[in-house]
């Protein structure tokens, strides 16, 4: 079955960086378009960032655009998003998401555990 | 870009029938939504999409008969028939919006279903 694991998380100070990393497997990843997705605690799903099968194309939240960058490797099958200047609202759990392209063509149809980014001094 | 709005909680007795509502804001009586169930301390897991006319595609992975979907206006329904313990969960839903820079993807609230 398909495999999303998520790493990366852990404390960070306001200001700082982080780069999370999305590892796949079971699945062509080079094919896939690929997404993140947060939830801070107790709260819903927020969209973050998108990229294409070739890491051509991205997309942004505004919230996130000029301090967040997706990217991926093809050859390690692996997901990426730096994160920088992170500030307290960035605090949440942080999911990879692959993108369908079959049965329901641009659905969420597999998801990582998530990693947990908290931004605390 | 389009506001999707979900009660924060429903209830439904085991073994009865519970619907769970996605309201689209006004002018995107249109477009189709993705639902997703989600288990605590677990990544989503999708459900199925929803149109004007009902289902879009198939459903996920998995997800029972009991599960259906439903669209009218700008409201987009999932229903669960026969609840069963395990499907005490967030329901969030979710669709996109725009294409090239402008995309992006808008999710409701959520809906924290309890079984009782």
């Known amino acids: 079955e398909v495999q999303l694991v998520e790493s990366g998380g852990g404390v960070v100070q306001p200001g700082g960086s982080l780069r999370l990393s999305c590892a796949a497997s079971r699945f062509t990843f080079s094919t896939y378009w690929m997404h993140w997705v947060r939830q801070a605690p107790g709260k819903g799903l927020v969209w973050v960032s998108r990229?294409?099968?070739?890491?051509?194309?991205?997309n942004y939240a505004d919230s996130v655009k000029g301090r967040f960058t997706i990217s991926r490797d093809n050859v390690k099958n692996t997901l990426y998003l730096q994160m920088s200047s992170l500030r307290a609202e960035d605090t949440a759990v942080y999911y990879c998401a692959r993108v369908s392209m079959l049965a329901v063509p641009g659905a969420f149809d597999y998801w990582g555990q998530g990693t947990l980014v908290t931004v605390s001094s | 870009q389009p506001v999707l709005t979900q009660p924060a909680s429903a209830s439904a007795s085991l073994g009865a029938s519970v619907t769970l509502t996605c309201t689209l804001s006004s002018g995107y009586s249109i477009y189709e939504v993705d639902w997703y169930q989600q288990k605590p301390g677990k990544g989503p897991r999708f459900v199925m999409r929803v149109g004007t006319t009902g289902i879009v595609g198939s459903k996920g992975e998995g997800v029972p008969d009991r599960f259906s979907v439903l669209g009218s206006g700008l409201n987009r329904y999932l229903t669960i028939k026969n609840i069963q313990e395990e499907d005490e969960s967030d329901y969030h839903c979710g669709a996109d919006h725009g294409s090239g820079s402008n995309f992006v993807w808008v999710f409701g609230g959520g809906t924290k279903l309890t079984v009782l």
């Open positions: 990229i294409n099968s070739d890491g051509t194309t991205t």
